[in-house]
């Protein structure tokens, strides 16, 4: 199992970004998956989670409104849709699989003026 995060950088306030994560080593698109993020000195958090076939998602109230996640089975790819970026979303955002207890390497978000 191999996730590859890319996307994340540094925006200024009000900014947006897209992260991707893409998946290998088995069948993406019988699972459903997160985002989750850690700020410094923090506990690593939900951000968002999508049904295998993503047709059901789920996000955190500190991003409803602003974030959305979905993906492309095609590709093997899960994304995340980051706008109106505020200095509190600055943190390392991580993809995860649940039932197979399996991380990403993260990539860091930075938001700052």
């Known amino acids: 199992v191999q996730f590859v995060e890319s996307g994340g950088g540094y925006v200024q306030p009000g900014g947006s970004l897209k992260l991707s994560c893409v998946a290998s080593g088995f069948t993406f698109s019988r699972y459903a998956m997160s985002w989750y993020r850690q700020a410094p000195g923090k506990e690593r958090e939900l951000v968002a989670v999508?049904?295998?076939?993503?047709?059901?998602?789920k996000h955190a109230d500190s991003v409803k409104g602003r974030f959305t996640i979905s993906r492309d089975n095609a590709k093997n790819t899960v994304y995340l849709q980051m706008n109106s970026l505020e200095a509190k979303d600055t943190a390392v955002y991580y993809c995860?699989?649940?039932?197979?207890?399996?991380w990403g390497q993260g990539t860091q978000v930075t938001v700052s003026s």
């Open positions: 995860y699989n649940a039932q197979l207890a399996y």
């Open positions: 999508i049904s295998s076939i993503g047709d059901t998602t």
